[in-house]
């Protein structure tokens, strides 16, 4: 009885043995079209070939997002897919009628550092950037 106790004990202070998972990193930050905050979006952190880490997404408001440490995206490298609502498209489009409509959608390649936290922004281009830059 004393073994089956010690062993017991011994168990409870090693664990059962399995692999812990990363933590989480709580990320936050803006999503920026031309030189405004976008209104309503969405972020999508999908881990990149060799990354274990799940698919973290969240809402942007007011042009930010933020994830905590209970649900953010682990440590690793990922394609980062912002989706713009269709009343961020309106808005934009009503405060400027002779730009073009921005996109709807665009991609990011990103690296979530091993940290507590961690700050990441993104910016689309407005069509009058992209043309300047291309001459």
Known sequence: MRLALMLLG???????????EPRRVAVRGSVIVGDKLV?????????????????????????????????GPYPGKYK?????????????ASEDPNAPPPPTQWEQ?????????????FLWK???????ESK
């Open 126 to 132: 407005s069509a009058d950037e992209l043309k300047a």
């Open 109 to 121: 390649l990103v690296t979530v550092p091993d940290r507590e936290s961690a700050t990441q922004h």
């Open 80 to 92: 980062v897919s912002v989706n713009l609502e269709l009343s961020s498209v309106s808005k934009i």
């Open 39 to 71: 209104p309503d979006a969405t972020v999508r952190f999908l881990p990149e070939p060799g990354n274990t880490g799940p698919v973290a997404w969240t809402s942007v408001s007011g042009g930010l997002y933020n994830f905590t440490k209970l649900d």
């Open 10 to 20: 011994l168990l409870t202070l090693t664990g059962c043995g399995g692999k812990a």
